[in-house]
């Protein structure tokens, strides 16, 4: 089944203490993503991969990091935490056909506290 | 900078009465605008890509359709079933970002 998956679902974290969040497909995309979703403020892309070893910023990228070092695997890392980052995180996956993007591929879904 | 604004933010229709979602955009470029379902909790669900002025798709109640500045979600004689969040994205020429609108919540009272 094509999936993108993400662990943990959920997660209760305290300020300054190292956290990650991974993310994996198994449809061959070669573009991934993560967003943050809060209220009122929508989906907003907070880093892009188009590709193994190549990575972007989007909106939101402070206080993120990430990396691809496969093609299946987009960890979110937030090094030091902060309440602020209290959100709603989902991981996302297209394939890329001649330049044009398809269809976005979303993860069920990570909800982080931060205390 | 891209701009995607949704309305309404909410929409309750009695079941079987038709209403349309509107989604517009100030892009530099548009190469792809995207329409996707949210039910709670869950992630986002790819329902529509419109590329080019004039085009139309349709998916049983629902058809998408895109003109120069906007584009809307038409949804026919809805059931309490189609009750979600509909949210809008654009990708332009100028980069590799989706920019999201925030969503119109919609519910269908049987």
């Known amino acids: 089944e094509a999936q993108v998956t993400q662990n943990p679902r959920y997660l209760i974290t305290v300020t300054g203490k190292k956290l990650t969040v991974t993310c994996s497909q198994n449809?061959?995309?070669?573009?991934m993503s993560w967003y943050r979703q809060d209220p009122g403020l929508g989906l907003r892309q907070i880093y892009y991969s188009m590709n193994v070893e190549v990575t972007d910023k989007g909106d939101v990228p402070e206080g993120y990091k990430v990396s691809r070092k496969e093609k299946r695997n987009f960890p979110l890392i937030l090094e030091s935490p902060s309440p602020n980052q209290t959100s709603l995180y989902f991981c996302a996956s297209s394939s890329l056909l001649a330049g044009a993007y398809n269809e976005q591929f979303f993860g069920p879904g990570t909800r982080l506290t931060v205390l | 900078e891209d701009q995607v604004t949704q309305s309404p933010e909410a929409l309750r229709l009695q079941e079987g009465e038709s209403s349309s979602l509107n989604c517009s955009y100030t892009?530099?470029?548009?190469?792809?605008l995207f329409w996707y379902r949210q039910d709670p909790g869950k992630g986002p669900e790819f329902l529509f890509t419109l590329y080019s002025a004039g085009e139309e798709k349709e998916k049983e109640r629902l058809k998408a359709t895109l003109t120069k500045k906007e584009s809307f979600l038409h949804i026919t004689a809805p059931k309490p079933e189609d009750s979600a969040t509909y949210l809008c994205a654009v990708q332009s020429y100028t980069g590799n970002q989706f920019y999201f609108g925030t969503g119109t919540s919609l519910t269908v009272i049987p």
């Open positions: 892009v530099s470029g548009l190469r792809g």
């Open positions: 449809m061959n995309h070669e573009y």
